[in-house]
């Protein structure tokens, strides 16, 4: 256990594969022969920071067995990915993406990594899968970024190693929900929700998957040490459509870090220039025009000219205006979905555009009007700190049971932030304090799910 807190005696039990040995050296040794099966530890102390043991008033037993390891043992196998809990993903993966059979093999003898890959798509489908039909799903924060980021690298393994077509990774929610459906009922009662809310994931994050590949290659030969800069990194999520994230995987394989308070440091000068350098260009044309020694008519005739870099920027500030609003939609809108394909009425989005409050609330009333549910949408500002959030319920239906003010206010809370006076089924408010969003978000599932249930 830890150095403080609950603690007590701990009982391991090995299993020895060879047998009729006196196998106790090879008791937590790395022997591959010799296997942690079970782990008890009877909890009955707390430790405090001087090292002393005081008596827990409630006592129990923490205890966990490993289900594979047990598995192969009762098979008679050498290892887990033998046992018929992978061997029938194993054969799905073949079928679906051609590769040559499943042969065991791991390290150096495993050179072309296609045994590393089949390990790392049957782990990660079979995790997801579980997940999500637990009640998780992948998505831009804590638990769900993790989800998000384990999917991802079993779909660059299986496209990258295996050569699989786009789409293989969502077909082997099946073959999980046939090995593992018997015992856990809740992958075959909630096959079809799963296998979308992967295939959902698996195309938006396809689209950027070779090309960020090959530009990630050329970034990693330029580097000096072992850090890859953060306008490196920015350069290919902003150019080239590169997930952060995946960056970060990938360049971790390789024994690399991202310099990432340098990609945030990139995004945010990228925005400032974006809204800034027409402005600035405008400013200079006028200021040359006025002190030039020119005739009147001259300056006039000068100062019409300028008439172009301020429609450049109207227009660069529309531009971005328009991003943000189909980023904000395209991302609460497959929020929704898969929330009804959850049988929710209701549904909590974080997008990633900044304090633009038109945009959060434009993707609010899309999915009120296009799905009818009852939505919150979140978005952050990083260099800030700073927090917009929109609720919106429809006119009809939840309108009676859940008050879009008192449901965004509650929300809050934990932003340090206000609600503002909101009309029309609307509530709009600003937070103070992003850091605490993953509680504010949860706060927001907390009290829609009392009220409308």
Not at 237 to 259: C, I, N, R, Y
Not at 399 to 427: H, I, T, Y
Request: net charge positive.
């Amino acid at each position: 256990m830890g150095d403080t807190g609950p603690c007590g005696p701990c009982s391991e039990i090995h299993f020895d594969r060879i047998g009729n040995r006196n196998a106790s050296s090879f008791v937590n040794d790395e022997d591959p022969n010799c296997i942690e099966l079970w782990n008890l530890v009877f909890i009955q102390f707390n430790r405090e920071a001087d090292g002393s043991l005081k008596s827990l008033p409630a006592k129990h037993v923490d205890t966990g067995m490993g289900f594979e390891r047990l598995t192969s043992i009762l098979q008679h196998k050498n290892s887990n990915y033998d046992t018929d809990v992978f061997v029938p993903i194993f054969d799905a993966i073949q079928q679906a993406t051609g590769a040559r059979p499943y042969s065991g093999k791991v390290g150096p003898h495993d050179a072309d990594k296609v045994d590393m890959a089949y390990r790392v798509v049957a782990d990660h489908i079979r995790t997801l899968s579980i997940a999500i039909a637990d009640g998780s799903q992948p998505g831009n924060v804590g638990r769900e970024y993790v989800l998000r980021r384990i999917l991802r690298r079993a779909v660059r393994y299986g496209r990258e190693v295996l050569k699989a077509e786009e789409g293989f990774f969502n077909g082997l929610v099946n073959v999980v929900a046939n090995v593992l459906g018997d015992v856990f009922p809740e992958l075959k009662q909630n096959e079809e929700r799963i296998r979308k809310m992967i295939q959902v994931e698996e195309e938006s994050f396809s689209r950027n998957l070779f090309k960020g590949i090959r530009k990630f290659n050329k970034a990693v030969e330029h580097v000096q040490g072992n850090i890859l800069s953060g306008e490196a990194t920015f350069e290919l999520s902003h150019t080239f459509g590169f997930p952060l994230d995946l960056t970060q995987l990938m360049a971790e394989e390789k024994k690399f870090s991202v310099d990432i308070e340098g990609f945030h440091r990139a995004m945010k000068a990228a925005r400032e220039r974006s809204k800034t350098a027409p402005k600035k260009k405008v400013l200079s044309l006028k200021s040359n025009v006025e002190t030039l020694s020119i005739p009147a008519a001259k300056k006039a005739e000068n100062k019409i000219e300028i008439v172009l870099p301020q429609d450049q920027m109207r227009k660069a500030q529309k531009h971005v205006a328009e991003e943000d609003k189909r980023k904000a939609v395209k991302i609460t809108t497959e929020k929704a979905d898969l929330a009804v394909s959850d049988g929710k009425y209701f549904c909590i989005s974080h997008v990633d555009v900044g304090l633009d409050v038109a945009a959060v609330r434009e993707a609010v009333k899309k999915v009120i009007d296009q799905k009818g549910l009852s939505v919150m949408v979140f978005s952050t500002d990083e260099s800030t700190n700073k927090a917009v959030v929109c609720a919106g319920v429809p006119e009809k239906g939840d309108k009676g049971k859940l008050d879009a003010s008192e449901w965004l206010s509650n929300a809050l809370g934990p932003l340090k932030g206000r609600c503002g006076k909101g009309k029309g089924g609307l509530a709009t408010g600003q937070g103070t304090d992003a850091s605490h969003l993953n509680e504010a978000m949860g706060l927001a599932v907390k009290f829609a799910s009392v009220k409308l249930t």
